[in-house]
């Protein structure tokens, strides 16, 4: 079976003890808390993108950021199609985060992140996100994007 790749990002502001997640209000994913990003365009770098992204849907300007991860997520009913997810983090940025057409941003302590109202992969890699590690993955979603099978380990590099 051959594979296609989308290569995309999540971006995530962790300003500790909050972290700021947005509500997303139309399209893939809608009605879940989740990061900021989406694809990365032709002859865009994924960091470039993420930058994009942040400023699209949250209006907020990043100045620096770190890679944390890169997940690949596939569902059953379109197997062979990859989601290659880079995951960074905010390090340095300028601007309030205000509300766009696609996103509705809130600020959460980490003791209340709404997991039951995110992608339900989050539970898994999040905690790695949140205490600095590095780390790759792989995701499997089924019916109502129940999670099949998973694999997630931290990394030294990516």
Not at 1 to 20: A, F, N, Y
């Amino acid at each position: 079976m051959s594979e296609t790749r989308k290569v995309m990002t999540i971006c995530l502001i962790h300003d500790h003890p909050k972290v700021l997640l947005g509500m997303k209000k139309r399209g893939f994913g809608a009605g879940r808390w989740n990061g900021f990003g989406g694809k990365v365009n032709e002859g865009e770098t994924v960091e470039e993108a993420a930058k994009r992204e942040m400023l699209e849907e949250v209006g907020i300007t990043v100045k620096s950021l770190e890679r944390r991860g890169v997940l690949d997520f596939e569902f059953n009913a379109k197997r062979g199609e990859i989601l290659e997810v880079h995951i960074f983090k905010v390090l340095d940025y300028f601007g309030e985060p205000v509300e766009s057409e696609e996103m509705r941003p809130a600020w959460f302590n980490l003791d209340e992140i709404p997991f039951t109202e995110m992608w339900p992969d989050d539970i898994h890699w999040f905690p790695l996100f949140l205490r600095g590690s590095k780390f790759k993955g792989y995701f499997l979603f089924g019916e109502g994007d129940s999670v099949l099978e998973r694999e997630l380990q931290e990394v030294q590099v990516l």
